[in-house]
């Protein structure tokens, strides 16, 4: 089944204590896009990567980290969480960053940092 | 700087009524895409429609369509026959084309919870 992962689903964390949210899609799609989602805000763009070790910030790139070691993998780096970064967190996908492709979303990671 | 708008927070239909939900865009990009998603409680993303700036054609989904007005800069989404299922936010976004700076941002505007009343 072609699908987007992420782990985990669910994480309270603490402030200043480093944590990395995985993604990871089996559908060999070029570009991967983290977002966070918050209440009135929508979804804002983290960063991007357009494939294996190109990547871009999005608009909200501040306090994050990305690599893009292998095409099915993107992780999400937060070297020292604060609690501003409480959210909700989806990865996406698609085939490349043309206008034209469809994103396809994880079922998102909900994080509380405390 | 690419900008999405979607100046209704929340809504209200009838069952198997029909409804429209607006957003409008702000883009200097000759090519761009629109995207239309819906995120039901359960939380999870789910693609309804797309409609390219080139086409000339409203594009349709099923129940879903997509009333393009290129030059009124909108792209609203039309659901027929509202069912309870229904019920949900929907997340109007934007790609940049493949010759815009940075063209592979994407931009989503803050949402439309929509409720469907028995």
């Known amino acids: 089944e072609a699908q987007v992962t992420q782990n985990p689903r669910y994480l309270i964390t603490v402030t200043g204590k480093k944590l990395t949210v995985t993604c990871s899609q089996n559908m060999n799609h070029e570009y991967m896009s983290w977002y966070r989602q918050d209440p009135g805000l929508g979804l804002r763009q983290i960063y991007y990567s357009m494939n294996v070790e190109v990547t871009d910030k999005g608009d909200v790139p501040e306090g994050y980290k990305v690599s893009r070691k292998e095409k099915r993998n993107f992780p999400l780096i937060l070297e020292s969480p604060s609690p501003n970064q409480t959210s909700l967190y989806f990865c996406?996908?698609?085939?490349?960053?043309?206008?034209?492709?469809?994103?396809?979303f994880g079922p998102g990671t909900r994080l509380t940092v405390l | 700087a690419q900008k999405i708008t979607q100046t209704q927070p929340g809504m209200f239909v009838q069952e198997k009524e029909a409804v429209t939900l607006d957003c409008t865009y702000d883009t200097s990009d000759p090519s761009y895409g629109l995207f239309w998603y819906k995120q039901p409680s359960s939380g999870e993303m789910i693609f309804l429609i797309y409609?390219?700036?080139?086409?000339?054609q409203n594009a349709t989904e099923g129940r879903y369509s997509l009333n393009f007005q290129k030059a009124r800069k909108s792209a609203n989404l039309v659901i027929s026959a509202s069912q309870l299922g229904d019920s949900a936010m929907y997340f109007c976004?934007?790609?940049?084309?493949?010759?815009?700076?940075?063209?592979?941002?994407?931009?989503f505007g803050t949402g439309t919870k929509l409720q469907v009343i028995p």
């Open positions: 409609q390219g700036s080139y086409d000339q």
């Open positions: 976004a934007m790609r940049r084309g493949m010759n815009s700076g940075g063209y592979q941002k994407v931009t």
């Open positions: 996406a996908s698609s085939s490349t960053g043309r206008s034209t492709d469809t994103q396809y």
